[in-house]
């Protein structure tokens, strides 16, 4: 059925008859990848906009204090720009791009250096959050775009164009593609900075004396509940092993929840929820989180079962740890979704690029890589934790270095 979608859509699109299957087979997986990227940022724009821009500890569930969040923007900018003056960039500040502006945390503090600023989005949802927000209204303005292009935009337009935490989002055949739009809407004199992973922390599994541990549901869910509604629940996780469960990269601990029809005792849904610690919990010690649970579609009985696991290895039930249980009736009726309604958790996928692969981009575009930074952005000493990212400076490739300290500057990190 998608396949046959694919085909419909390309042949509307201008794609001839004969084309060639596998390309058009390529072209439906980029299509189909597009829009699941457009859904979850759409779903995160609803449901927490503040944090999934911004993913700070102690901050999930609406607990980001605007002035706050808005805040950190205008530390980060203020930052970036003492950076880019020190390597003469950009000769002029007239237009700046936000890519994958969010809420506008970055577009409104650009706005206090640059005469028009523009946020572009994929979701809505979060752009009419920003537009609420906006307290630059003749310097800031908002444009939503799902292509895998900038084609809104003309030649030779922005002297900067910024993006924090948006590319590692999206798949490396997309992220290819806006690099390149980023040099071609570049003026001459002008800049890009953006971001992307290089590689990722990771823990050893933990020793069999480590799952060890006790789950206590500090707020109950109610016993009944609608189909597909969401319930955040207080687990108390306690570290009874004898060695630091990780918070942080590939093969960190979480608390998380299946649920199991009652009457059959089957599974019904393997991985709902996940909830992380703030730090890594050492032995001995209890940390109270939020975790997030989304009842069943079908009504009927079930068991809510809270466990601990350790991604990549197994849940602590596997290896002894009593799971939580609790029985909780789900029923028809909710309002606000359709019985049978999907209601698949948003996420955010994470994907890593070689700094060689970066180059690469850059320069088939038309580009130089002028220099690359560590991480700086807000949350650095956070997202540093579970991930290697670079940040690079971009520049078209006649712009000549507008300062000397820039010149001759290989593509490693230098110091912060």
């Not at 706005?111 to 800031?140: E, H, K, W």
């Not at 032995?283 to 990549?312: F, N």
């Amino acid at each position: 059925m998608m396949v046959v979608s694919a085909l419909l859509l390309y042949r509307a699109s201008g794609v001839e008859a004969g084309s060639d299957a596998v390309a058009v087979v390529g072209r439906m997986r980029l299509v189909a990848e597009l829009r699941d990227l457009r859904a979850n940022w759409e779903a995160f724009g609803k449901q927490d906009p503040l944090w999934a821009v911004l993913s700070l500890p102690g901050k999930r569930f609406g607990r980001w204090g605007i002035d706050e969040f808005l805040q950190t923007g205008v530390a980060e900018v203020a930052d970036l720009m003492r950076r880019l003056d020190a390597i003469g960039y950009p000769r002029r500040r007239e237009r700046a791009l936000d890519f994958g502006c969010g809420v506008g945390r970055l577009t409104q503090a650009l706005a206090q250096y640059f005469a028009q600023v523009v946020g572009v989005d994929i979701a809505r949802t979060m752009l009419d959050r920003a537009r609420r927000l906006n307290r630059f209204p003749s310097r800031c303005t908002y444009v939503h775009n799902d292509r895998r292009d900038l084609q809104m935009f003309p030649d030779d337009h922005f002297d900067l164009i910024y993006s924090a935490y948006v590319l590692q989002h999206i798949a490396p055949e997309y992220g290819r593609d806006y690099v390149a739009e980023f040099i071609r809407v570049l003026r001459p004199e002008g800049v890009a900075v953006f971001q992307m992973p290089r590689g990722g922390r990771s823990s050893p599994p933990l020793p069999a004396t480590a799952f060890r541990g006790r789950v206590a549901i500090a707020s109950r869910a109610p016993p009944e509940t609608y189909a597909g509604s969401r319930q955040f629940l207080r687990v108390e996780a306690t570290n009874l092993g004898d060695a630091p469960w990780p918070a942080y990269g590939r093969r960190s601990v979480h608390v998380g929840n299946h649920w199991t029809n009652a009457k059959d005792g089957d599974v019904v849904v393997q991985d709902d929820g996940r909830a992380s610690f703030t730090e890594d919990l050492a032995p001995g010690d209890s940390e109270v989180i939020t975790l997030e649970v989304r009842a069943p579609t079908k009504p009927g009985p079930y068991l809510l079962d809270i466990d601990l696991v350790q991604e990549e290895v197994a849940w602590f039930a596997e290896r002894g740890l009593a799971a939580q249980r609790q029985p909780v009736r789900v029923k028809r009726g909710w309002p606000h979704l359709p019985v049978g309604r999907t209601t698949e958790q948003p996420h955010m996928e994470m994907h890593m690029v070689s700094p060689e692969e970066i180059r690469r981009w850059i320069e088939y575009a038309g580009g130089r890589l002028v220099v690359v930074w560590p991480l700086f952005s807000a949350g650095a000493e956070v997202a540093l934790k579970e991930w290697d990212i670079l940040t690079y400076v971009a520049a078209r490739s006649e712009s000549p270095p507008l300062n000397d300290t820039a010149s001759g500057v290989t593509p490693e990190p230098q110091p912060g």
